[in-house]
């Protein structure tokens, strides 16, 4: 990436002011007062202890999907099949879960998120592999694998893994107690939390501090100059679209594991499909991309809280979000380029 | 690195129309008249609600709803109930729509219960295990779940016999059908859907005996292009009476499209094609969830099991088109009043599955929790149930 320039720092504020306005106009226009608004979109993430947990737990896989694709993406391999890596991973914890019930959860545990990263990870090195052997797509296909990943999970739960005692409803039966992720004592956070810091560091760690992390970014960089200096390129692809694949992976597992402590169709709402929004708002800096998918859950969060306290239709957080992305990159687009009144001709 | 702005540019045209979407769906959603709440401060208690909501303060209570209350179908057919129970003395209600069933569910009863509200109506299975686990934190709170099974010390389950309402519409599309094949654009295959299509198929068998009904599942709730194209695929297998079990008008529109007849769903669907529109099984949350707010109002309220039907009036059956005939009419009407006086129960054997298999006894009726957990159709639907 090009070194920032200074604009960059002024892009949030100004962008978020803006938008922030935009959205008070919004409210003004439905008779309610902007300034209640805000004050209570902000109390509904961060009011009191018990929403910043809420906002946090929220943040979490949002976080690890968007890691995870902003390494792909890192080396220029557009990798959007989180969402589908999600899913399998899910699949696999609950495979484990269902399997080997009777372990304890010293060694349940540690085999469900062994799973989880296998699932997920294959999920995506299968797209990668077909991009390196047949030069096939990997936006189109890891798109694809979304879609298989989501119908296999939804197979297992309207078939094989359906709860006997579900009343017909989707849905594996609960998890026992060894195959829930623990939560802090006294809080609702579970350790996934914990997790998401580990794998933030750990990655850091990869990408500035460790060879292949340098491979990485040159041959994200420069393909050519990477080949020339014979850099691994085949390997080092496989091996970020597993990474990517484990990690959203491992936030499918902390969803069925820790939130609804069963596996459901309805854990998929799309976490994957934000993560790219994420990782492209924060430019690929895990340190932003924990910045912004904690930012991203909280207006999710708080634009509940809007819904109950004032009325406002769901579709208001969704056009809140919609105007923070915009002018966010435009910013950034405007802040990269320069407007030259009159000087379209070099 | 250009392929970063470039990317970044196209992100940005991307979301534009994207946000002119949204703008247009909130126009059409008008925000649902809210008695805003002029008190400055919600009073944010970490502590359980106050069991008794303090003198001379109005009772809040809470829905929860899966959709957007702007489909015209099934969240909206309890919002229609909650705007009355807002005009009720000493009342003031709250609504969040579009949750998603799964982790989110938990996260909005949770504040429902902290900001101290009396009752929390949440209007989709997918919640059950969240409101349960909610409901156990705050023992003062009544906790109203729909369309599951799971009831506590202060969680009632309700649903409607939306089967009942099924079953008359089935009679008036087996009446109006040439063909005798019957179309059904599905939801998900899971019990409430099933029993819908297998009262829908006996109801039509009781007027044409020969009457077969075709299942296709779109697997969603709301995705008008993709349930017109189930409702088109149907017809060109033959099918000439199209119903449905989802939120949007798609298989209705595709139904007089083509010059045949349909059976809409959730409310009067007339509006949308009114050539093709023959009748609509229906909801009316209106007096039950009046009748459970009184009680909890009064303190009288008591967790149990409920599960009203044509009778209490919960369903009941939209207005005939002017193509219905005469003597279909008062047939259909004639049924509805002997299930309404508890004379006639749909699902009265014998009641064969799709191999042939005798599933009810001669003579008896399927028991409430066989029907809660129907995961068979009945014979002579054409489809499979997975």
């Known amino acids: ?346 | 690195m250009r392929g970063f702005r470039l990317i970044a540019l196209l992100l940005c045209l991307a979301a534009l129309p994207l946000l002119a979407a949204c703008g247009e769906d909130k126009a059409e959603n008008k925000p649902a008249p809210q008695a805003a709440p002029a008190q400055a401060e919600p009073a944010a208690e970490p502590q359980a609600a106050p069991a008794q909501g303090a003198q001379g303060e109005d009772a809040k209570i809470g829905f929860i709803y899966v959709s957007p209350t702007g489909d015209a179908g099934w969240s909206y057919s309890h919002d229609v109930a909650r705007k009355v129970i807002e005009e009720m003395p000493g009342v003031t209600t709250s609504f969040v729509e579009s949750v998603p069933e799964g982790p989110d569910a938990e996260r909005v009863i949770l504040n429902m219960a902290r900001k101290g509200f009396k009752a929390i109506f949440a209007t989709s299975y997918g919640y059950m295990d969240s409101m349960e686990k909610v409901a156990k934190e705050f023992p003062e709170i009544a906790f109203m779940h729909c369309s599951g099974y799971k009831t506590g010390p202060n969680m009632t389950a309700y649903f409607g016999r939306m089967y009942e309402a099924r079953y008359l519409s089935g009679m008036v599309a087996g009446a109006m059908s040439k063909t005798g094949k019957l179309g059904y654009a599905a939801a998900f295959p899971i019990p409430e859907v099933i029993r819908g299509i297998n009262a829908f198929a006996l109801g039509a068998q009781a007027v044409n005996p020969a009457a077969e009904v075709r299942v296709v599942w779109t697997k969603t709730w709301y995705d008008p292009a993709k349930e017109k194209e189930a409702a088109k695929s149907l017809l060109d297998v033959g099918c000439d009476v199209i119903a449905q079990h989802q939120d949007s008008p798609g298989p209705q529109e595709a139904a007089q499209e083509r010059g045949v007849y349909s059976i809409g769903y959730h409310t009067d669907m007339t509006a949308f094609a009114p050539k093709a529109h023959l009748t609509a099984p229906i909801w009316n949350w209106t007096p039950f969830y009046k009748d459970a707010v009184e009680k909890i109002l009064a303190g009288t309220w008591q967790h149990q099991a409920l599960w009203p039907g044509l009778a209490e009036g919960t369903v009941d059956l939209a207005p005939f088109g002017e193509m219905v005939p005469q003597d279909v009419r008062d047939m259909v009407l004639a049924k509805k009043q002997e299930i309404v006086d508890g004379k006639y129960k749909v699902f009265t054997g014998p009641v064969f599955d799709q191999a042939g298999k005798q599933m009810v006894p001669d003579e008896q009726v399927a028991e409430d929790k066989d029907l809660l957990g129907m995961t068979w159709f009945v014979k002579g639907v054409v489809g499979t149930t997975e």
């Open chain 1, 1 to 346: 990436m090009e070194p920032p320039r200074w604009g960059s720092i002024f892009i949030f504020p100004v962008a978020l002011g803006v938008s922030l306005g935009v959205s008070c106009l919004l409210l003004a226009a439905q008779g309610k007062s902007p300034a209640l608004g805000l004050e209570v979109l902000w109390s509904g993430a961060f009011g009191a202890w018990y929403t910043v947990e809420d906002t946090l737990l929220k943040t979490v896989p949002i976080f690890l999907c968007s890691l995870g694709v902003a390494v792909t993406f890192r080396m220029q391999v557009w990798n959007i099949g989180a969402e589908g890596q999600f899913a399998l991973g899910a699949v696999g914890a609950t495979w484990a879960a269902l399997t080997f019930a009777n372990l304890p959860g010293a060694l349940l545990l540690p085999l469900m998120f062994a799973c989880a990263a296998a699932a997920g990870g294959a999920w995506a090195a299968v797209p990668a592999w077909l991009k390196l052997r047949l030069g096939i797509n990997e936006i189109i296909s890891t798109l694809m694998f979304n879609y298989i990943g989501i119908l296999i999970l939804e197979y297992l739960v309207y078939g094989p893994w359906k709860d006997a005692g579900s009343h017909g409803f989707p849905m594996t039966s609960q998890f026992v107690p060894a195959a829930v992720v623990g939560h802090f004592p006294g809080t609702r956070l579970h350790w996934g939390v914990a997790l998401c810091v580990v794998c933030a560091v750990g990655l850091w760690v990869l990408l500035t501090r460790t060879r292949p992390g340098f491979e990485l970014k040159a041959s994200g960089e420069s393909l050519r100059a990477a080949r020339y200096a014979r850099m691994p390129y085949n390997t080092l692809v496989l091996l970020v679209m597993a990474l990517c694949g484990a990690l959203a992976g491992w936030a499918g597992l902390l969803e069925a594991s820790a939130v609804t402590g069963r596996l459901q169709p309805s854990l998929m709402v799309g976490y994957g499909f934000t993560a790219i929004v994420v990782a492209w708002l924060a430019r690929l800096s895990p340190a932003r991309i924990a910045l912004f998918s904690f930012f991203l859950a909280a207006l999710r969060v708080g634009a509940e809280n809007l819904q109950l306290e004032l009325g406002v239709p769901a579709a208001f957080g969704g056009i809140m979000e919609g105007l923070i992305l915009l002018t966010v990159l435009a910013g950034q687009f405007f802040n990269g380029y320069r407007i030259r009144p009159g000087g379209a001709h070099r």
